[in-house]
C-alpha cells in the first residue's frame, strides 16, 4: 500500500515543531547580593531598572534561599539539585583545594545537552580548587559546551580582570567591568557561535557584588551624594550587574528568543561583611545575620522568574523555594526524568505559576560546617525552621512567616513542634552525611565561633 506524501512528512514536521517550540533557559546567578539589594526588593537608594522592569514582566519569589550561605555550595546544588553536602561540594572552594564537583555527580547542563540543548557557562566557576586543570573536572566535564570562566574571584578585580579562561585558553587582561565582560561574551555566544537550530541553556554566574569591588564611575556616579566611597563602590556595582542584565535582556529581544526563554535570576547567599564600612554595604533586607550564617539574611535571595504567558506577570509569590529547585523545575518543563540512582532534593516549583501548591518530599535543609558561631544546620518545614549547633544538641525555633527577621525563639513555647522538628532535622542530617564524600569534611575540624573580645574595665 503507498502512503500519500504528506502522511510519511508529518512525524518529520512534528519533530521539527516540537524542536522550534522547546524552551531555552537562562540562570543568571550574582555573588553576595543581599536579598535587599534590589529597588524592587525595596533598596530605598539603589538604581536597578532593568530588575525592576523585569520583575513586573515576572514573579517576584519574597521567600526564594540559596542551598547555602556560601558560595560554592550553593552553585553545586542549583546544577545538580542536591543539597551541597551530598554532592560534596560543602564548603567554599579555595585555589588548590582538593574539594570539587565530582564527574560522579550529574548536572543539569549534562541532562539537558543528552536533549539537543547547546549548553554555556559564562563568568564565575568555582566548583573546583584545581581550575583549568586535568587533575579536577572543569565546566566542559560537567557538560558545556562553551564556557569563560574564573576560579573563583574576579582579579585584581572586576576592572579590568586577567583571570579568565576561554576554553580552557587563559585570556590574559580584558578591558572592561566583570560582569558587563561576561553577559558580552554570553551574548557573542548566542549570535555567532551557538547553533541556532538547537535550544539553549546559558548559565550566566556574575562576580559583582563580591569583593574585590570595583565598578565602572557611570555607575559611582549615580550615588555621588554620599561621601563614603564604599557605598558609592557597592551600590555602583549592583547597579552593574543591573546593566548587564538588561544587555541581555535586550539581546533576547532583539534575537526574538524572549518569549520562549525562561529566565531566573537570583543570588547565591547574603550579604558579605556587616554592612556598616568598606565596600561590603550589601542589605538583608532586615533580616537576621548575613553570608555564613543560616538565619534569613545568610540564606534569603532575590529570585525573579520570567517565561511569557507561562510565568503570570507583576506577581509576588511567598512560597519558599530553594536553588536546588532550578534542576528539577527545568527537568519538570521537558518531562525529562532525574537521575533515579540518587536523592534529589530539588522540587519542581512550576506548579506555583498556576495556583498550584508544592509538595516537598524533603524539607529545606541547610548545613554550614565552616559558619561563623553556633548554628551550623537548618531545616525549614511550612511556616517553621528550626536551628541547631555542630552536635545537635542546641536547638532554636523560629515561625518565619509571621517572624521573618528571627526575633522571637518559641523552642519553650512550643516544645513539641520543637520535638517534631528535631526528629525531622537529625533525620535528614544523618541521611545526607550517610550518602555525601564525608572523608571531606570530617578531615578539617569545624570553625570555632568567634569569641567577642572581653570588654576593657573601667576603672
Known amino acids: 500500500m503507498r502512503f500519500p506524501i504528506f502522511l510519511l512528512l508529518a512525524p518529520l514536521a512534528f519533530l521539527a515543531a516540537e524542536e522550534k517550540t522547546r524552551p531555552n533557559f537562562v540562570i543568571f546567578l550574582t555573588d553576595d547580593l543581599g536579598w535587599g539589594d534590589l529597588a524592587c526588593y525595596g533598596h530605598p537608594v539603589i538604581k536597578t531598572p532593568n530588575l525592576d522592569r523585569f520583575a513586573k514582566q515576572g514573579t517576584k519569589f519574597t521567600q526564594c534561599y540559596s542551598a547555602c550561605a556560601v558560595c560554592s555550595p550553593s552553585r553545586s546544588a542549583i546544577l545538580t539539585g542536591r543539597t551541597p553536602y551530598r554532592n560534596g561540594v560543602w564548603r567554599w572552594i579555595p585555589g588548590g583545594h582538593r574539594v570539587h564537583l565530582r564527574e560522579s555527580e550529574v548536572t543539569l547542563a549534562e541532562l539537558l545537552k543528552e536533549e539537543g540543548y547547546a549548553t554555556c557557562h559564562v563568568g564565575k566557576w568555582h566548583l573546583n580548587g584545581k581550575f583549568n586543570s586535568k587533575d579536577q573536572p572543569q565546566p566542559d566535564d560537567h557538560g558545556f559546551d562553551h564556557w569563560l570562566a574564573t576560579q573563583n574571584n574576579a582579579a585584581p578585580s572586576h576592572k579590568n580582570p586577567k583571570n579568565f579562561v576561554l576554553n580552557g585558553k587563559?585570556?590574559?587582561?580584558?578591558?572592561?567591568?566583570?560582569?558587563?565582560?561576561?553577559?558580552?561574551?554570553?551574548?557573542?555566544?548566542?549570535?555567532?557561535?551557538?547553533?541556532?537550530?538547537?535550544?539553549?541553556?546559558?548559565?550566566?554566574?556574575?562576580?559583582?557584588?563580591?569583593?574585590?569591588?570595583?565598578?565602572?564611575?557611570?555607575?559611582?556616579?549615580?550615588?555621588?551624594?554620599f561621601d563614603d566611597e564604599g557605598i558609592r563602590q557597592h551600590h555602583g556595582n549592583v547597579t552593574q550587574i543591573d546593566h548587564a542584565f538588561g544587555n541581555l535582556m535586550k539581546a533576547l529581544d532583539e534575537m526574538g528568543l524572549a518569549e520562549n526563554t525562561f529566565v531566573f535570576f537570583t543570588s547565591d547567599n547574603g550579604p558579605e561583611g556587616n554592612g556598616l564600612k568598606g565596600r561590603t554595604r550589601g542589605s538583608t533586607g532586615g533580616l537576621r545575620e548575613r553570608k555564613r550564617s543560616s538565619h534569613e539574611g545568610g540564606i534569603r535571595v532575590p529570585g525573579i522568574a520570567r517565561w511569557p504567558g507561562k510565568v503570570p506577570a507583576n506577581v509576588e509569590n511567598r512560597t519558599p523555594i530553594i536553588g536546588s529547585d532550578l534542576f528539577s523545575t527545568i527537568l519538570g518543563v521537558l518531562d525529562v526524568p532525574p537521575p533515579g540512582d540518587r536523592t534529589i532534593d530539588g522540587t519542581d516549583f512550576m506548579p506555583l505559576f498556576?495556583?498550584?501548591?508544592?509538595?516537598?518530599?524533603?524539607p529545606l535543609y541547610w548545613r554550614n560546617h565552616l559558619a561563623r558561631g553556633q548554628i551550623r544546620v537548618a531545616l525549614r518545614d511550612g511556616d517553621w525552621k528550626i536551628l541547631g549547633n555542630e552536635g545537635l544538641t542546641d536547638f532554636q525555633l523560629f515561625k518565619i512567616e509571621e517572624d521573618w527577621k528571627e526575633q522571637n525563639e518559641l523552642s519553650g513555647k512550643h516544645p513539641d513542634k520543637l520535638e517534631a522538628l528535631k526528629k525531622k532535622l537529625i533525620g535528614v542530617h544523618r541521611q545526607v552525611e550517610k550518602e555525601g564524600p564525608r572523608d571531606w569534611w570530617v578531615s578539617e575540624p569545624p570553625r570555632k565561633p568567634r569569641n567577642k573580645k572581653p570588654k576593657k574595665k573601667t576603672k
Open 170 to 225: 587563559e585570556l590574559g587582561e580584558l578591558e572592561g567591568y566583570s560582569a558587563p565582560l561576561v553577559v558580552e561574551e554570553g551574548i557573542r555566544w548566542l549570535k555567532k557561535i551557538r547553533d541556532p537550530k538547537k535550544p539553549f541553556f546559558l548559565n550566566v554566574w556574575t562576580h559583582e557584588p563580591h569583593l574585590p569591588i570595583e565598578s565602572d564611575p557611570k555607575f559611582m556616579d549615580l550615588y555621588k551624594e
Open 354 to 362: 498556576s495556583g498550584k501548591k508544592i509538595e516537598r518530599e524533603i
